[in-house]
């Protein structure tokens, strides 16, 4: 194992998240902003970029989900010793907050490459006997309670941050704030390179924001104005005193209410979307800013079921840190993929009829949805017209959903019980099992075990979405709203099929329902239904299209290179 002095020779840039999902066994993720940071701290390390990352410890996770017979979800703390797993630095730093010092106890945990390589992964944490007992609980849960818990994280992560990087020893080249969470790490720059200069007219000349914008790098990924965290200022004040003169930072963050997103797009120099699409809409929230568009990836070699990892060996040599090679996938044998894939799905059923009695069988066209219970992923679309769905599913199709609503939302727990309503409904008629409990290690079953991936999003609020492009790497096809990465990658027929319209808009419609819906039915029934039972040779082209044109290019490493190149070495 190396030590963190291994790595504080050399600049780095420095990767800031409130989560970063690594592996099930580190809870600190909810979801697509999580896995992207695990995914893209995986690329640096594999392509050994001179990279550190930063995040909050979490002892009780996001949360483990049951969801009893009538589809209520119950959230249950997550129980892990990060001892285990990572190492304490003796460089506790400490924050002030509310006008007491809370001390921060650095973990480091280190990410290990295929070719040997390892990146330093900080996890920050005030359970301390030193802390009062109102700070000691700041690192426990991700996303929970109110605005003042996370007000208090954000300080934690951007601050904190910053000074346990400084106290390790870290020379930083870059930070890179993967959204606006970390922004209040540009403050600690700010009063890093404050001037040594008595302006008396004007006290904001002592700021150097060129200096602070020169160093940072923000990734927006929300694409609706309410999605950005925003405090009042009342709060501000309780909470962070005066750490920032407020009349400096409301400038630089909104004069109404302090608004993260804001003050991140004030102090850096290089912005960007996650697609091309979502690029688009942030410039039109965004106006007056530039907006760049990086499209987001998934780490190839995580995203990879073992199966297929085998068959790739076997034929397509050095994907896993070459995922361009995937160009050559017309090499592989159709019979070879096909059978890999059942393999794969056999696997999945299995584990379904075995958990849920459910009688699905391996030779029925089977359909996966699962992400996030966000109401705007809209996971009951499918439900719009149940006779029709009957009439086109009955005996043809089956389904598998698993996803984790978040504790505080009612309408994404709704679906949830929707769900299983609709699984009672349909008995006897169109298999429907949900799965609970949805993390990576059931994401990568299910993403490598069905047969076509479903998403059916509100356009444009899927900044990016990344289940579809681990389906990719599995050779699933996407069948999915034109939205987020799928605009690029979708080509219809080829890679998979599109739902509902060309994507026009810069704001949602709500009205998209019913013509998305109807979009859904006609080629589920007309286009994909015929095509898995009648042409399956053309399926199998399908298959490989889909890695060949899909996983060659949304994977982390064609990502994080575009990272260097575009916005770290500017
Ligand atoms: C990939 C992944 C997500 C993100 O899925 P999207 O379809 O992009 O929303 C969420 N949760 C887990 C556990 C994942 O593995």
Not at 310 to 324: C, H, Q, T, V
Not at 374 to 400: P, S
Not at 480 to 500: F, Y
Request: charged share 25%; hydrophobic share 40%.
């Amino acid at each position: 194992m190396p030590t963190i002095e291994d790595f504080t020779k050399e600049q780095k840039i420095a990767y800031f998240s409130m989560e970063i999902g690594l592996t099930d066994d580190i809870p600190t993720f909810s979801g697509g902003l999580g896995i992207l940071a695990g995914d893209t701290i995986k690329s640096a390390c594999d392509l050994n970029l001179p990279y550190v990352a930063v995040t909050l410890i979490y002892h009780k996770g996001y949360f483990r989900q049951e969801v009893d017979e009538a589809g209520n979800q119950k959230e249950q703390p997550v129980i892990w010793d990060p001892s285990k797993i990572m190492t304490k630095s003796s460089r506790k730093v400490s924050v002030t907050i509310e006008r007491r010092t809370v001390y921060i106890q650095p973990w480091i945990y280190f990410v290990a490459s295929l070719r040997g390589h390892y990146l330093p992964v900080i996890f920050l944490d005030t359970n301390l006997p030193e802390n009062a007992e109102q700070d000691r609980n700041l690192t426990d849960f991700l996303y929970g309670f109110d605005v003042t818990y996370r007000i208090k994280q954000e300080m934690i992560l951007g601050i904190g941050g910053a000074r346990a990087l400084k106290a390790l020893g870290f020379n930083i080249r870059k930070y890179h704030m993967n959204e606006g969470h970390a922004s209040f790490l540009t403050l600690e720059l700010l009063h890093e390179t404050k001037k040594d200069i008595e302006a008396v007219w004007d006290e904001s000349l002592v700021w150097n924001f060129d200096a602070v914008k020169e160093k940072c790098v923000f990734t927006t990924h929300t694409p609706v104005e309410a999605g950005h965290d925003k405090f009042k200022y009342e709060l501000y004040n309780q909470v962070m005193g005066d750490y920032f003169p407020e009349k400096v930072m409301r400038r630089l963050a909104g004069d109404k209410e302090l608004n993260v997103t804001m003050l991140a797009l004030n102090l850096t120099n290089y912005v960007n979307g996650v697609a091309k699409k979502h690029g688009e809409v942030s410039q039109d929230m965004f106006p007056g800013y530039k907006i760049n568009a990086i499209t987001n990836g998934v780490h190839s070699y995580t995203w990879t079921c073992e199966r297929f990892k085998r068959l790739f060996d076997k034929y397509i040599p050095g994907w896993a840190n070459e995922p361009e090679t995937f160009v050559r996938v017309n090499a592989i044998p159709s019979a070879e993929l096909w059978s890999t894939h059942q393999d794969a799905k056999k696997e999945l059923i299995d584990l379904v009829n075995q958990k849920h009695n459910a009688n699905m069988d391996y030779d029925t066209l089977t359909i996966g949805f699962a992400r996030r219970f966000a109401t705007y992923k809209r996971a009951t679309l499918l439900f719009k017209d149940l006779a029709r769905l009957e009439k086109i599913c009955a005996n043809k199709v089956q389904f598998i959903f698993a996803g984790k609503a978040h504790p505080a939302d009612n309408g994404g727990k709704d679906l949830i019980r929707r769900i299983h309503a609709e699984a009672k409904r349909f008995k006897g008629k169109i298999k429907i099992v949900f799965m609970e409990n949805y993390r990576m290690e059931l994401a990568l079953k299910l993403v490598s075990g069905v047969d076509v991936w479903l998403n059916t999003p509100l356009r444009p609020l899927e900044a990016s979405g990344t289940s579809g492009m681990k389906a990719t790497h599995n050779g699933v096809m996407n069948f999915s709203v034109l939205d987020g990465w799928w605009i690029e990658g979708h080509i219809e027929n080829v890679t998979g099929w599109s739902i509902g319209p060309a994507p026009v808009e810069l704001q949602a419609n709500s009205e998209m329902d019913a013509i998305d819906a109807e979009d859904l039915y006609n080629k589920l029934e007309k286009v994909v239904i015929p095509t898995y039972y009648n042409e399956r040779e053309k399926w199998i082209q399908m298959m490989k299209d889909t890695i060949g044109k899909n996983a060659y290019y949304f994977n982390t490493h064609r990502m994080l290179r575009r990272y260097v190149t575009e916005a770290y070495l500017r």
